[in-house]
């Protein structure tokens, strides 16, 4: 069993490794056949060139910058609507927290046509914001932290009550480190969609300067030609930051899949 | 400020109980609202005013701005409904869900054995099989369209012609395996996610069930038949409704491999509306074949989830 599992994982990674291999190859050698894993000589020219060539670097800083600022948004202004739903009471709550249920019905995917014609309308369109702010109000996330802080024991926060700790306070210094686990999970599991999102930025970003790293080098690949070596080089560029995020939280990462994937429903 | 400050005497322990009993409650249900609101504000913007606004438009001919359009009532959804594209790009999409759905859930579940049956270098199936998930659509497109699917040169037909088997197949170019082809990508690119659910399933099955079972003298294909299979009927039931949602949607990998080619045969109904939408600029009747595809998956949601209370009042 242990055989077939490692030929099975072996496997699984060939196509990166292909992709890696074509990179290092020179660019006359891509497309010999039969199959050879490294070519006449090992050579890291597709990168120079395609890192010279100058977008790379801009649409890296674009989608690290769109994913951190939507994953600050989103857990905090989903955690502050999770603690108001499941802690406070007030006219409305419950109305206000059924709609925002039925909300996790509705896939961010049929909005396209109206959400496009809005943001033209605001003047958002090929801006930051026009690709963050769609994306960081996300009902699914508020259902799991309602779920989470109702859990939480209601005498930690009476106790700071009672020494006259504010509502703001007590969420700040006492719910919010306590959730400590299910915030990073969100967190994670925010940034790795923002950072692999592909159809609204593509739609909402017409200039080359404000795309991310997906949408860029899918707009740019007819200019790459028969470039393999290039293409390739980039999409290992492309591919190396969450793969090497990966590597560094690796169970916490599989921790909030789990737990995001299965509390989702 | 407390409401102990109003007490001034410590001879009334009773009276200085009283107030800070109701200043506790008040604090329960202050500011709740101020909480949720800058939530509700981004919600009703970004989700609530889109689908409601898109509704209008889609009884409207508006273009691609949203503006000058003219109340056209439901012509938009009845000539969707006679529009062979959206029929050939819906069955596209439910054909892709029906494809990919049953491998990505059973590949998902016997990795997730594999993995957790092994319990060594846990790293490197998590790292196999998982890591492809991580990359981007973009990514993944690109990787299968320029060097894995090409023919005769890409890496598949090159694959198969070291096994001695025939190459040249059209993967992405022959209508009669492009569909299939991009399951298989995105069988390879998603499975990871199905497989960390399976795992930490399996993680859960209390230990004593199969101590109890083996002194019983049940086997490892008992147990695996006996207990395993049937815990994770709960979680098979959960990956296959996020899958199925998951497939319905599909758009990025069939956009930047085929573009839904050749000859429409991959074209998923996203694809319909992105042409209808923002290349053929007509947004009205984009968001009237939009909301023939939302009424699709409100329809599968529910279906699954009578099944799914079906299921579980048989379990009982």
């Not at chain 1, 496997?11 to 190859?25: D, E, G, I, N, R």
């Not at chain 2, 998902?108 to 594999?114: D, E, I």
Request: proline share 5%; charged share 10%.
């Amino acid at each position: 069993m242990l055989v077939a599992a490692a030929v099975l994982a072996v496997a699984w990674l060939l196509p990166l490794a292909w992709a890696f291999a074509t990179s290092l190859k020179p660019e006359g050698e891509t497309t010999r056949t039969p199959l050879e894993w490294i070519g006449s000589k090992i050579t890291f020219d597709a990168y120079r060139q395609v890192w010279a060539a100058g977008d790379l670097g801009r649409w890296l800083f674009n989608t690290a910058y769109i994913s951190v600022m939507t994953t600050l948004l989103t857990v905090t202004l989903c955690a502050m609507a999770a603690y108001g739903f499941a802690r406070t009471d007030f006219r409305g709550r419950k109305v206000l927290y059924g709609i925002v249920l039925a909300g996790i019905m509705v896939p961010p995917q049929v909005l396209i046509a109206p959400l496009f014609a809005e943001m033209l309308q605001l003047g958002l369109v090929d801006t930051y914001w026009g690709v963050i702010l769609p994306q960081v109000a996300v009902p699914a996330m508020v259902f799991i932290l309602v779920k989470f802080f109702e859990g939480v024991p209601r005498e930690l926060e009476e106790a700071a009550f009672v020494d006259g700790a504010g509502r703001w306070r007590v969420f700040w210094t006492i719910v919010m480190p306590l959730s400590r686990p299910v915030l990073a999970a969100v967190a994670i599991f925010t940034f790795i969609s923002t950072w692999n999102n592909f159809l609204w930025p593509f739609l909402v970003t017409t200039d080359p300067n404000g795309m991310t790293l997906p949408v860029g080098l899918v707009n740019v690949q007819t200019s790459y030609g028969l470039r393999y070596a290039q293409m390739m080089a980039s999409v290992v560029i492309a591919g190396l930051p969450l793969l090497i995020v990966f590597v560094l939280f690796q169970r916490q990462i599989v921790r909030g899949v789990a737990h995001t994937g299965l509390a989702g429903q | 400020m407390t409401a102990t400050t109003t007490v001034a005497a410590p001879a009334a322990p009773d009276e200085a109980a009283a107030p800070r009993a109701v200043g506790v409650r008040r604090r329960w249900t202050e500011h709740g609202l101020l909480f949720i609101a800058p939530f509700l504000l981004v919600y009703a913007l970004f989700l609530i005013w889109p689908l409601a606004s898109g509704v209008g438009m889609s009884l409207s001919s508006d273009n691609i701005s949203g503006a000058g359009g003219e109340f056209i009532g439901f012509d938009n959804y009845a000539e969707a409904l006679r529009d062979p594209n959206v029929w050939s790009s819906m069955w596209n999409t439910v054909w892709f869900t029906i494809l990919s759905t049953v491998p990505l859930v059973l590949t998902g579940m016997v990795l997730a054995l594999l993995a957790h049956h092994l319990r060594v270098v846990q790293w490197l199936w998590r790292l196999s099989w998982f890591a492809p998930f991580l990359l981007p659509s973009g990514v993944v497109g690109l990787l299968f369209l320029w060097v894995i699917f090409p023919s005769d040169f890409g890496f598949a037909d090159q694959l198969l012609a070291s096994f001695g088997l025939h190459p040249g197949i059209g993967w992405l170019t022959d209508e009669r395996y492009a569909m299939l082809s991009i399951v298989l990508a995105t069988v390879w690119w998603t499975v990871g996610f199905n497989f960390l659910l399976y795992l930490a399933a399996l993680q859960s099955i209390p230990q004593h069930l199969y101590e109890a079972a083996e002194l019983d003298g049940a086997g490892a294909r008992q147990r695996l038949l006996r207990i395993t299979l049937p815990m994770l009927r709960r979680t098979t039931g959960v990956v296959v409704v996020l899958q199925v949602l998951a497939s319905l949607k599909i758009f990025d990998q069939v956009y930047i491999m085929t573009g839904g080619g050749p000859d429409a045969s991959t074209r998923p109904i996203l694809q319909y509306v992105y042409q209808a939408g923002f290349t053929g600029y007509r947004i009205g009747y984009a968001s009237a074949v939009s909301y023939i595809f939302f009424a699709l998956i409100v329809i599968v949601s529910l279906v699954q989830l009578r099944l799914s209370r079906r299921n579980g009042e048989e379990s009982k």
